[in-house]
């Protein structure tokens, strides 16, 4: 499968912005999808996922009611829907998919086996 990110800008903060996650070359429905952010110095970390049906998110504690992943499975499409930005968000943003990612590791890169290119988003105070 390929993924293609998009929706990255610069916002201020308390600022919001939608990234999405275009998949093609396989069945959608198939795999699990992940938002992942990386900044400069630091290590890629975990922001959301969601499991294949969409009846399964899971998020990370700093992002926990400010964003809000979903998927519309006909469109091949994920979304994050990033509210009330903050410049600590600053990073590039990659979502990833997998086939076989259950609940206890969807917040694991290692368990994601295709990647997207990266869309920045830079919040600024």
């Known amino acids: 499968v390929q993924l293609q990110a998009s929706g990255g800008g610069l916002v201020p903060a308390g600022g919001s912005l939608k990234l999405s996650c275009a998949a093609s070359?396989?069945?959608?429905?198939?795999?699990?999808v992940g938002w992942f952010r990386q900044s400069p110095g630091k290590e890629r970390e975990f922001v959301a996922a969601i499991k294949r049906s969409g009846g399964s998110v899971a998020y990370a504690n700093s992002v926990k009611g400010r964003f809000t992943i979903s998927r519309d499975n006909a469109k091949n499409t994920v979304v994050l829907q990033m509210n009330n930005l903050k410049p600590e968000d600053t990073a590039l943003y990659y979502c990833?998919?997998?086939?076989?990612?259950?609940?206890?590791?969807?917040?694991?890169?290692?368990?994601?086996?295709?990647w997207g290119q990266g869309t920045q988003v830079t919040v600024s105070s």
């Open positions: 070359g396989d069945t959608f429905t198939s795999y699990t």
């Open positions: 990833a998919a997998g086939r076989t990612i259950i609940s206890s590791t969807m917040a694991s890169d290692e368990a994601y086996h295709y």
